[in-house]
């Protein structure tokens, strides 16, 4: 029933820009609690960006300040703006709903993002 479907990744140069959105489906993004992970390869899959129900947001340092978490309640998706990109941002990124909680919410199928040096 939940659907997430995540776009705007791609290739980039260390210093540059993208913004990947999460369209969401069979949920109302503004009463929900949603995250950005990554996965680099060869890496496990770590919790960059959540932001609540409540619109508070939370990084992992080493994107704060360059990242930035969203909602667009009338187009219902979740936006992660990436600025000051480096190589190490490089992974496939992924959507999830309750982000806190692994064994619950859904995920988007991610999208590539490759920054190089």
């Known amino acids: 029933q939940v659907q997430l479907v995540e776009s705007g990744g791609g290739w980039v140069q260390t210093g540059g820009s993208l913004r990947l959105s999460c369209a969401a489906s069979?949920?109302?993004?503004?009463?929900?609690?949603m995250g950005w992970y990554r996965q680099a390869g060869g890496k496990q899959r770590e919790l960059l960006a959540s932001?609540?129900?409540?619109?508070?947001?939370n990084y992992l340092s080493s994107v704060k300040g360059r990242f930035t978490i969203s909602r667009d309640t009338a187009k219902n998706t979740m936006y992660l703006q990436m600025n000051n990109l480096k190589p190490e941002d490089s992974g496939v990124y992924y959507c999830?709903?309750?982000?806190?909680?692994?064994?619950?919410?859904?995920w988007g199928q991610g999208t590539q993002v490759t920054v190089s040096s």
């Open positions: 999830k709903t309750d982000p806190y909680m692994l064994a619950y919410g859904s």
């Open positions: 069979g949920i109302d993004v503004s009463f929900e609690s």
């Open positions: 932001i609540t129900s409540s619109g508070a947001a």
